[in-house]
Each structure stands twice: as C-alpha cells, then as structure tokens.
C-alpha cells in the first residue's frame, strides 16, 4: 500500500517539481526534499517501538497505517523534487563537454549506495539489533545527509 501512494504521489508531484525547482532553487531544493526522506524512514519508528513497548495510541493500527500513509505522501512528493533538483544542479554545474560524465558520475555514485545501505541493513538484522534502532539510525543519517547538503554544495566542474 505504501509503494502505491509514493509512486502516485510521485507521478502527480512531477507536474509540479520543475516549477518548484525553478522558484527555490536547485541548491537550496536538495535538502528540502531529503528531509521528505527522513520523514518517511521515521514513519516507522513508530510501529517498531510498539514492538518493544505497547502505548495505546501509537500502537493502534489507525495511527500506524496513517503515519505510514503520510510518510509515503511525503516521500512521493519529495522524491519528485529531488529528481528533478538532482538534474537541475547537475546541469547548472556542467558545460557541453562534461554533463554526460557529471550524470554518469552522479548516478554511479547514487546507485553505489545501495551496497553500503544494504550491507548496513544485513548488520542489524544478523547481529539481533532491534528494527527500531535501525530505522532510528537511518533517520538520523537522513538529517546528517540534509546538512552536509546544506554545506557543501557547489558547482565544480570536472
């Protein structure tokens, strides 16, 4: 259900993203949408505590389905945005000669991630770490990730 409303959110969001890159900014539009992110993987830290700690309210299926549902809106519309802002900061920060090895690089690096991330979730998972600490982590990496964003973008040209 959730990949349902992030990938719907994420379709309709698109209509929107450029207009919204235009008026921010790619550079200040890249944190913004990470912390679209942070929101969604924090969504569930909520079901994991009620594993560990049963409160009412928090634990009731209503809250937990709205908060997943509510993460994945963010996130779908945020994803959008950070595409869109991904490309846009991408182009601004190339020529003719070098925007195909910017984007290679880019999405070289992009999709390397998921080697370490995976490898970060099979720890947890192996080592009888608890699922509320590891979404707890990566929370917390989404804020770090936000930040560093905040500091360290500029354009340089390969």
Do not use: H
């Not at 908060?67 to 959008?80: I, Q």
Request: glycine fraction near 6%.
């Amino acid at each position: 259900m959730t990949l349902s409303v992030i990938y719907l959110t994420f379709s309709v969001a698109c209509v929107i993203a450029g207009s919204l890159v235009i008026r921010w900014g790619a550079k200040r539009t890249l944190p913004i949408a990470v912390l679209g992110y942070t929101v969604y993987v924090a969504s569930y830290i909520s079901p994991m505590a009620c594993s560990i700690r049963k409160v009412d309210f928090f634990c009731s299926n209503e809250w937990v389905i709205s908060t997943a549902l509510l993460g994945s809106f963010v996130m779908g519309f945020a994803a959008s945005v950070l595409w869109v802002a991904q490309s846009a900061y991408i182009k601004q920060c190339s020529d003719s000669v070098t925007i195909n090895e910017n984007q290679g690089l880019f999405y070289a690096i992009n999709n390397f991630n998921n080697i370490p991330g995976n490898l970060l979730a099979i720890f947890f998972a192996t080592n009888g770490q608890s699922q509320l600490i590891f979404f707890a982590f990566m929370t917390l990496l989404t804020l770090v990730a936000a930040g560093i964003l905040c500091c360290i973008l500029r354009c340089r040209i390969l």
